[in-house]
């Protein structure tokens, strides 16, 4: 099998702790095979976007031999994410158009792209996604869903996979995507080892436990707002979707047919989320018993309540509790 070349992309916005753990889970996979007597697999290049020189945000900087401008063969591109919380969405694509387009046109000339947590941005910016499953933060998805109506995002997801795009989903389990690459190009064996030496959740599948639904306030629709605030402080009683509709002067099939519109949840899910979001703050808080927990957010079948909690969060009420209790948590560390 010949050496691959993969290009990580370097770009002012960088998230550092992506692009270095990134780098090291490659570097570490390539050592280990060219350890165990087999030919490197991949050589590893930092690629510039602008400069060859990238000072990030932080008091850090890169030094990249290529950029994009440079003409180079590669035939895997890792894009790492940015933080979104302290970057303009439209500035930042703008400013990387460039990118964008060097992407679409290395994917049509066969090269594989990875993209780790909100690098999902630039691939998506140029089409490569549409049609096609794709993850990401879930703190970014209700945006990415509004930016690119074509593309299938899987929140829930950690990795996906379609062709040769592979995506990451958000913060740290986006490097279950480089360990799914390096298994298919070093072995399980390989991937397994990495995992255990860098205290990955090797084989994660969902990323649902990570989840903090904000109520997708990310829309102009002042009436759904209205019936959106309205959930949120009555969803411990027992409201209907007629009674919220006729909060907001509207027959049922037309609010409904908005509220998904507006928020990509139905009124009966964004109620459920409502209330699973505060029975894990409840739990994370120190509540240990789950039947109070039940009735506290509105549940009067502790049955209903765990289904629901456990399709939502991927973890059962008990599971949850126990994972991220702030008291659990206090006994572990003394």
């Not at 990875?114 to 096609?132: D, H, K, P």
Request: with cysteine.
């Amino acid at each position: 099998m010949r050496t691959r070349h993969i290009s990580v992309i370097v770009y002012e916005e960088v998230l550092l702790t992506a692009l270095s753990s990134t780098v090291a889970l490659l570097a570490g996979a390539k050592k280990a095979v060219v350890r165990s007597g087999k030919p490197a697999p991949f050589e590893i290049e930092l690629v510039g976007v602008d400069l060859h020189d990238v000072q990030l945000q932080l008091p850090v900087q890169f030094h990249c031999r290529k950029t994009i401008s440079d003409d180079f063969e590669t035939d895997v591109i890792v894009v790492p994410p940015m933080n979104t919380e302290d970057v303009d969405i439209d500035k930042m694509l703008s400013k990387n158009r460039k990118l964008t387009q060097w992407l679409a046109e290395k994917y049509h000339r066969k090269a594989q792209i990875i993209s780790l947590c909100t690098g999902s941005y630039f691939v998506a910016e140029c089409g490569l996604l549409n049609g096609m499953p794709a993850t990401s933060h879930w703190g970014a998805i209700d945006d990415m869903r509004k930016r690119y109506p074509l593309v299938n995002f899987r929140p829930e997801k950690v990795i996906t996979q379609s062709e040769a795009i592979i995506t990451g989903g958000g913060g740290f389990s986006a490097l279950n995507a480089v360990l799914y690459f390096i298994e298919k190009n070093c072995g399980k064996e390989t991937a397994i080892t990495l995992s255990k030496y860098y205290a990955l959740d090797y084989g994660r599948t969902s990323q649902s436990i990570f989840t903090i639904f904000s109520g997708h306030r990310g829309h102009k629709d002042e009436d759904i707002h209205r019936a959106q605030t309205y959930i949120e402080d009555e969803f411990k009683t027992d409201i209907s979707v007629d009674q919220i509709a006729g909060r907001v002067n509207m027959s049922k099939r037309n609010f409904i047919r908005r509220f998904k519109s507006a928020t990509s949840l139905n009124p009966i899910e964004y109620i459920q989320r409502i209330k699973i979001e505060a029975a894990k703050k409840s739990l994370e808080a120190g509540e240990s018993n789950i039947a109070y927990v039940t009735y506290e957010v509105g549940y009067n079948d502790l049955k209903t309540f765990r289904t629901i909690f456990k399709r939502i969060t991927g973890l059962t009420p008990i599971e949850y509790r126990n994972r991220y209790n702030t008291e659990t948590l206090l006994t572990y560390s003394n």
